[in-house]
T-cell receptor, first 112, second 111 residues
Framework: KAGVTQTPRYLIKTRGQQVTLSCSPI?????VSWYQQTPGQGLQFLFE???????NKGNFPGRFSGRQFSNSRSEMNVSTLELGDSALYLC???????????FGPGTRLTVT | TQLLEQSPQFLSIQEGENLTVYCNSS?????LQWYRQEPGEGPVLLVT?????EVKKLKRLTFQFGDARKDSSLHITAAQPGDTGLYLC???????????FGTGTRLKVLA
């Protein structure tokens, strides 16, 4: 059974640009959650999607958005990038609710 | 507000020593998971505990869920350098769809 895949693995962007990250869940997993991880703030919840609907949202500005497609794949978009957006962005999927999440390897975003 | 507090934050021990990591909350959790994360990778699920008072063993790792389902502990016996990593507890707060991660415990086991 293939694991959670995230693309790209590494990304370097300039301040003010926008970026789209992709997450493909384990087959059969319908819940997809996104997290931002930084050394100072730890693992912070961005949002969770289930059956193409955003079910939960963390405390991030509107520059951070996401969506989920009918095949459960999810994308996350960050517009008007800031230096502080540099982080490891993790996607986690689960069968139904946010129970027993399986993580992808993450996308390392560097904003210069 | 951080609902899941882990202690200690950092731990550096010698190979062969035992250790315990704690995960505490004032909220009740439907279930609780423990993960281990290595640098540059996503967290890997170690175990799920569901029932209050439940104890699960995974080789040298013992996980316990508190009777009131508000806290959990992870005990490692005879730690090895391969146990080095960031340990995270996480759970779904009862009655919500909110999945919350603990503050993390960074463990380093020295050979």
């Amino acid at each position: 059974k293939a694991g959670v895949t995230q693309t790209p693995r590494y990304l370097i962007k300039t301040r003010g640009q926008q970026v789209t990250l992709s997450c493909s869940p384990i087959s059969g997993h319908r819940s997809v959650s996104w997290y931002q991880q930084t050394p100072g703030q730890g693992l912070q919840f961005l949002f969770e999607y289930f059956s193409e609907t955003q079910r939960n949202k963390g405390n991030f500005p509107g520059r951070f958005s996401g969506r989920q497609f009918s095949n459960s794949r999810s994308e996350m978009n960050v517009s008007t990038l800031e230096l502080g957006d540099s982080a490891l962005y993790l996607c986690a999927t689960s069968i139904d609710t946010a129970y027993e999440q399986y993580f992808g390897p993450g996308t390392r975003l560097t904003v210069t | 507000t951080q609902l899941l507090e882990q202690s200690p934050q950092f731990l550096s021990i010698q190979e062969g020593e035992n250790l315990t990591v704690y995960c505490n909350s004032s909220s009740v959790f439907s279930s609780l998971q423990w993960y281990r994360q290595e640098p540059g990778e996503g967290p890997v699920l170690l175990v799920t505990v569901v029932t209050g008072g439940e104890v699960k063993k995974l080789k040298r790792l013992t996980f316990q869920f508190g009777d009131a389902r508000k806290d959990s502990s992870l005990h490692i016996t005879a730690a090895q350098p391969g146990d080095t990593g960031l340990y995270l507890c996480a759970g779904e707060e009862s009655g919500t769809y909110k999945y919350i991660f603990g503050t993390g415990t960074r463990l380093k086991v020295l050979a």
